[in-house]
């Protein structure tokens, strides 16, 4: 069965621009995660979606936003890029919300410019 | 979720056991321990997971005393592909009982050398 997938891989953006990142569940996993991960640093989260709707939040700017569409997948968007949103941004997925273990894929490494 | 010490890093070699502890003082009654691995520039991987006693898999056992205040990660026999970082949780994970994200902590790094 095939993991969490998430694209891009990498991607490097300039300054006050917006990205979009996705994300691919495991097969059967209604709920899905982002985390952000600067340098030495931890997993931060971000957002959980489960049945398309969201239902935890991390102390992200309203510049971070999400949504799960009706196949469970789901994208992360961020608007007005700053520097230090320059991380490796990970997806994890769960059969249902509040359960572990998460199975994460092996992110989107985000650069800023 | 409960709060979790463990160490920044740790340093070991080749074909020695590894054992990483992990303190949880204020853990809860539904609180279970899990472990995960990180390797650089990839996300996290589930290791272990445990509530009481002794847990073993094909990769690491995992100790819990009585008191359930702090767990120990054992690593058997390690090898340099276990340079990596470990991460300590501690939290509910039934389905709709845990926390609607994992918190990290910074993790211990755990350096093989030959």
């Known amino acids: 069965d095939a993991g969490v997938t998430q694209s891009p891989t990498h991607l490097i953006k300039t300054r006050g621009q917006q990205v979009t990142l996705r994300c691919s569940p495991i097969?059967?996993?209604?709920?899905v995660s982002w985390y952000q991960q600067v340098l030495g640093q931890g997993p931060q989260f971000i957002f959980q979606?489960?049945?398309?709707?969201?239902?935890g939040r991390g102390n992200f700017p309203d510049r971070f936003s999400a949504r799960q569409f009706p196949n469970y997948s789901s994208e992360l968007n961020v608007n007005a890029l700053l520097l230090g949103d320059s991380a490796l941004y990970l997806c994890?997925?769960?059969?249902?919300?509040?359960?572990?273990?998460?199975?994460f894929g092996d992110g989107t490494r985000l650069s800023i410019l | 979720l409960a709060k979790t010490t463990q160490p920044i890093s740790m340093d070991s070699y080749e074909g020695q056991e590894v054992n990483i502890t992990c303190s949880h003082n204020?853990?809860?009654?539904?609180?279970?321990i899990t472990w995960y691995q990180q390797f650089p520039s990839q996300g996290p991987r589930f290791i272990i997971q445990?509530?009481?006693t002794k847990v073993t898999n094909e990769v690491a056992s995992l100790f819990i005393p009585a008191d359930r205040k702090s767990s120990t990660l054992s690593l058997p026999r390690v090898s340099l592909s276990d340079t990596a970082v470990y991460y300590c949780?501690?939290?509910?994970?039934?389905?709709?009982?845990?926390?609607?994200?994992?918190?990290f902590g910074k993790g211990t790094h755990l350096i093989i050398q030959p």
């Open positions: 994890a997925s769960s059969p249902q919300r509040g359960y572990q273990p998460q199975h």
């Open positions: 097969s059967g996993h209604k709920s």
């Open positions: 979606y489960y049945e398309k709707e969201e239902r």
């Open positions: 204020n853990i809860a009654t539904n609180d279970y």
């Open positions: 445990g509530y009481k």
């Open positions: 949780l501690v939290g509910d994970v039934s389905p709709g009982g845990g926390a609607d994200g994992l918190t």
